[in-house]
């Protein structure tokens, strides 16, 4: 298993929950938007990226921004730009009979499912919480 994160400190306390845990994680600090996936062939691909848009920070509630860090929350301009990156990377270093499993934001699943099959995935499925609302996608080279 490899885990990545382009924060040093988010890899630092996954490192101590994995040697509390006896898992054996490979983790290496990677930005999806500037560098190929490290590895080159997996079977499944796990991502929570930054998906919240700038305008949809007046809304939140101050126990999130002022405790989770900007860095994983927010997408910046393009909030897409994680999925695009994790679509085309991913295609590129998923095996035969692959998937992509990502948590997105709510207002975006038809947008992220485009992007996925415009990507090459054959099939995109949606899925709600509990409050009925997209927050993941699940996304299959293959069938």
Known sequence: MTA???????????????RSLHALIDFVKH???TEVLPGNAFDL????????SEKEKKAMSKNVLDYEPHLALFAGPDPLIFYKMIAEKGKQ??????????????????EVSDIFREAGFIKCQLIK??????RVLIANVQL
Do not use: C, M
């Open 31 to 33: 930005d999806i938007l």
């Open 93 to 110: 270093s998923l095996n035969q009979n692959g998937a992509v499993i990502a948590e997105i934001n709510e207002h975006f699943g038809k």
């Open 4 to 18: 990545t994160d382009i924060s040093e400190k988010a890899l630092l306390t996954a490192r101590q929950n994995a």
């Open 129 to 134: 919480d509990l409050q009925q609302k997209d």
């Open 45 to 52: 691909i796990v991502s929570n990226p930054p998906y919240i």
